[in-house]
């Protein structure tokens, strides 16, 4: 009995340290399911979502260029105005001063 008594104890902490690394590691990896088979249908519905995405970011691209050449003109036209109104300005005053050289 007194032979087993002075193994207890070192066997008790091989047995807790064994028990506590199995606890400590890592799962095995989850089986992996086979990649399931697509019917022709769901390919064609994917496909023409896909095709519609397409059309439909193609059409966005399109706006958006319009939209930013409208704004080049834009700025372009504005541009052409604020030099137009300059020089009108221009004359108005060149007028105006002509006529009070003139009054007086």
């Given at each position: 009995?007194?032979?087993?008594?002075i193994?207890?104890?070192?066997?008790t902490?091989?047995l807790?340290?064994?028990?506590?690394?199995?606890?400590?590691?890592?799962?095995p990896?989850?089986?992996?399911?086979?990649?399931?088979i697509?019917?022709?249908?769901?390919?064609?519905?994917?496909s023409?979502?896909?095709a519609?995405l397409g059309?439909?970011?193609?059409?966005?691209?399109e706006?958006?260029?319009?939209?930013n050449?409208l704004?080049?003109?834009?700025?372009?036209?504005?541009e052409?105005?604020n030099?137009?109104?300059?020089?009108?300005?221009?004359?108005?005053?060149?007028?105006e001063?002509s006529?009070?050289n003139?009054?007086n």
């Amino acid at each position: 009995m007194q032979y087993l008594s002075i193994y207890r104890k070192p066997l008790t902490i091989i047995l807790l340290s064994l028990l506590a690394s199995a606890c400590a590691s890592t799962p095995p990896p989850a089986p992996q399911t086979p990649a399931r088979i697509i019917s022709d249908e769901q390919m064609l519905r994917d496909s023409q979502g896909m095709a519609h995405l397409g059309n439909r970011w193609k059409s966005g691209k399109e706006l958006t260029e319009r939209g930013n050449n409208l704004v080049r003109e834009g700025q372009t036209k504005v541009e052409e105005g604020n030099r137009l109104i300059e020089e009108g300005s221009k004359i108005m005053r060149e007028s105006e001063e002509s006529y009070k050289n003139m009054k007086n």
